[in-house]
Nanobody
Framework: QVQLVESGGGLVQPGGSLRLSCVAS????????MRWFRQAPGKQRDFVAS???????NYADPVKGRFTISRDNAKNAVYLQMNSLKPEDTAAYYC???????????????WGQGTQVTVSS
């Protein structure tokens, strides 16, 4: 009923930039907090950034000052602008959102399929 689809990943050199996008679609009644997580091979999935529907944001310490999360409520979309990328930012990046559907009318967490970001020279 609800899908999150990420895009924008790829290979970039250290110091470069990428912009990730995530669009939610389906029978959406309410879309609250949207988040980005990342998972490097052999490691746990870590929180990167979040944005509430009113625009308030929160960031993990490793990305503060380099990454910017934003959203377009009209498009049910969230973005992650990543600047000054480092090799340690290499990971699969996942979109996560708290969504209620017209059928359920309760908030549930949904995940995208992930998009790979590789920072290497």
């Amino acid at each position: 009923q609800v899908q999150l689809v990420e895009s924008g990943g790829g290979l970039v050199q250290p110091g470069g930039s990428l912009r990730l996008s995530c669009v939610a679609s389906g029978s959406i009644f309410t879309l609250r907090t949207m988040r980005w997580f990342r998972q490097a091979p052999g490691k746990q999935r870590d929180f990167v950034a979040s944005i509430i529907s009113d625009g308030r944001t929160n960031y993990a310490d490793p990305v503060k000052g380099r990454f910017t999360i934003s959203r377009d409520n009209a498009k049910n979309a969230v973005y992650l602008q990543m600047n000054s990328l480092k090799p340690e930012d290499t990971a699969a990046y996942y979109c996560n959102a708290d969504i209620s559907t017209f059928a359920a009318r309760r908030l549930e967490a949904y995940w995208g399929q992930g998009t790979q970001v590789t920072v290497s020279s």
